[in-house]
Each structure stands twice: as C-alpha cells, then as structure tokens.
C-alpha cells in the first residue's frame, strides 16, 4: 500500500519535529546558534529513539551540505582499514560546505583495532571535521573514546508521545485510530518511535477498513487479545485463582509474548486502580481507553466489594514483572502473582 516507510516518510526534518528529546534539542540549537560546535558528539539510546535523524538535522543546521555529509554503518564497516580509510578521506576539505560530518552508526561494533585508529583522529581532529557517533550499547565504547566526545543520552518514547504520534501519522495517512488501539500499538513500540510506525504500517497495510479497530490490531500484530487480559484482572476482583491460572494457560497456549501480556495487565489493572482511587479523573481517562475498555475497569470497580483492585496488587504485578526475564517457565511469574495477591501463598497450620 505505501511506496514509502513510514517511518522514512515521517522521520523529523527539523528540531521542531523532533519528539520527546528536548533535553538535547535545547543544547544543540544553543550551539548551532552561538557557533559553538564541538568537534566530536556520541549520540546514546535505545533503537528507534531518533539519533541519526537529530544526527542529520544537527549537520543540515550548521550548513552542512548532503556532498559533505557521509553516514557508515560500523557494523559492516567495522574494521582498521575501514576507518584508515575514513581518516584519510576526512583530512580533505569539504566540497562546499565549512564542515565535513561523518555519521558512525551501532558505533560500538568496532573492532579494537578500529578504535585505535579512530581515537588518533579524535584526539587531533582536522578543524573542518566533525564527528557524530551513534550507539546503542554505551557500555562498549572505550572510555578513551567517551572521553573526547560530548554526550548526549536519548530517552526512550514515552507511550504518552508514541501513542500522539501514532494517531497524528494514521490521520494523515486518512485513517481512524481510536486511543485504545492507539495505546496498544505505543506500548507494542516499546519505547522505539520506529517500531510503532513499523507496527502501524503493518496495520495500514492490511486493514480493510479506513476505521481500525484494536480488535484489528490484535490479529494483525499478534497482540494478546482484550478479553484475556480482562479475564486476568477479573479473576483477582473474584478471587477466583482457578479462573486466573486458566486464562494464563489459554494466553500461553496462544504461543503470546508472556511479557508484552503482563505488561498490559499492569497497563489496564494501574488504570482501575485510579478510578478506585481517583473517580473524578474518569473524563480525562477516556481519552486513554476505548469505551468498553473504561465500562469494563467502572463495573469491575463497583463489583469489587472485597477491594482487590487496590495498590497492594498492582505492586505485587510490578513486583513480579521484573522477574520475567528470568522465569524459565513465562507464565510461572503471572500464576504466582495470582497466587500471592489472592493471599493463597500463606501456609496452612
């Protein structure tokens, strides 16, 4: 359906454009304006955070021209006469621009070799050069490198700007995207803006309809389904262990991502517990949910006369949560959560 990515299509231009990373839009432009450009940056982040897009406006912003702009991909460009090469290349004067920009992306798979080479360059730059390097796993840049280098740290997407996003760039495309199914697609990006327009593009492109609904989004995606995510919560305003330990098996036997299921039990249980909490803030709410979504958490809270959807819980979930990653069985955290907040962990005298 789209000759274009989205997210080539939608890839900011300009700082304005830029989302979620005021904190280095402010410095950048501080510099550009009062002509104080260092002469290396080390741009750091999860994937999809927006570091080569800042990378390319930072250069256009300084006059830097597409023929003196040159962007390598360490991981296939890794080696010491890869960047013998580069260093040979950057001690000529730029075409038509005053500085020559040289954009090292996934920068940490260098080799040691590598970085020997290019920490000569660093440490006496020809004046009319600029580095910008990108990198997921700071961990692995030697701290010689960090050390001559300005750093900057990318945030990861909120799913409060992802999901505005995701509804701004639907619309444009003439979609129709409700805030729940909004919600669930920023939450499948997982901080990255890349991989929720990736994750919208795949809903795009095989939805029959121009209104999409997150009933599509869940068999598009893969996404664990509503229903089970409701049974879960259910089952704790029951106290009803038998039916929880069930929905986890029928969520498991779905082949689901156990961690994306449990994060929006923690998603939607957090949210009941705020209409227990905080009634008033309903309105303002259902501008985050799908009307049956907010009719579900508003009759659950009314029926939970044994007060189940309460803070304790929701601790318990997140409690539990961090233990994922290392459950070797998935759906053993979600079983225990049960286990522990239905208080049938205690021993029997």
């Given at each position: 359906m789209h000759d274009l990515a989205l997210y080539r299509k939608y890839r900011p231009k300009s700082f304005k454009e830029v989302?979620?990373?005021?904190?280095?839009?402010?410095?950048l432009e501080s510099s550009v304006k009062t002509n104080k450009v260092s002469h290396a940056y080390l741009f750091v982040g999860s994937r999809g955070t927006g570091k080569t897009s800042v990378a390319r406006i930072f250069a256009?912003?300084?006059?830097?021209?597409?023929?003196?702009?040159?962007?390598?991909?360490?991981?296939?460009?890794?080696?010491?006469?890869?960047?013998?090469?580069?260093?040979?290349?950057?001690r000529?004067?730029?075409?038509?621009?005053?500085?020559?920009?040289?954009?090292?992306?996934?920068?940490?798979?260098?080799?040691?070799?590598?970085?020997?080479?290019?920490?000569?360059?660093?440490?006496?730059?020809?004046?009319?050069?600029?580095?910008i390097l990108a990198t997921t796993e700071f961990h692995k840049v030697p701290d010689t490198i960090i050390s001559?280098?300005?750093?900057?740290?990318?945030?990861k997407a909120s799913d409060a700007i992802c999901k505005k996003m995701l509804l701004d760039v639907a619309e444009k495309e003439g979609f129709e995207l409700d805030a729940g199914s909004a919600e669930l697609l920023a939450i499948l990006a997982d901080g990255s803006f890349r991989d929720g327009l990736g994750e919208l593009q795949k809903v795009l492109n095989f939805s029959k309809s121009k209104k999409i609904e997150r009933e599509d989004i869940e068999k598009i995606t893969g996404a664990?389904?509503?229903?089970?995510?409701?049974?879960?919560?259910?089952?704790?305003?029951?106290?009803?262990?038998?039916?929880?330990?069930?929905?986890?098996?029928?969520?498991?036997?779905?082949?689901?991502?156990?961690?994306?299921?449990?994060?929006l039990i923690i998603q939607k249980f957090r949210l009941a517990v705020i209409l227990r909490y905080a009634p008033k803030l309903k309105e303002e709410m259902a501008g985050d949910l799908s009307e049956g979504d907010l009719d579900f958490l508003n009759d659950l809270v009314k029926k939970d006369k044994?007060?189940?959807?309460?803070?304790?819980?929701?601790?318990?979930?997140?409690?539990?949560?961090?233990?994922?990653?290392?459950?070797?069985?998935?759906?053993?955290?979600?079983?225990?959560?049960?286990?522990?907040?239905?208080g049938q962990d205690k021993e029997t005298s």
């Open positions: 989302l979620g990373q005021d904190h280095i839009v402010k410095v256009t912003s300084i006059g830097v021209s597409t023929n003196d702009l040159y962007e390598i991909d360490a991981a296939s460009n890794r080696g010491i006469e890869d960047i013998k090469e580069l260093r040979d290349g950057a000529v004067l730029p075409f038509d621009s005053k500085y020559k920009v040289y954009i090292i992306d996934e920068v940490h798979m260098l080799s040691k070799d590598a970085w020997g080479a290019l920490l000569k360059t660093l440490e006496e730059p020809p004046k009319h050069v600029i580095f001559r280098c300005q750093v900057f740290t990318f945030k664990p389904k509503t229903t089970l995510v409701n049974d879960y919560i259910s089952a704790i305003a029951d106290k009803n262990l038998e039916k929880g330990i069930g929905t986890v098996r029928k969520a498991s036997e779905a082949n689901l991502d156990m961690k994306l299921y449990f994060k044994e007060g189940m959807l309460r803070s304790g819980a929701l601790g318990i979930l997140l409690e539990t949560y961090q233990s994922m990653d290392n459950a070797f069985i998935t759906e053993l955290p979600l079983e225990l959560a049960l286990v522990k907040i239905l």
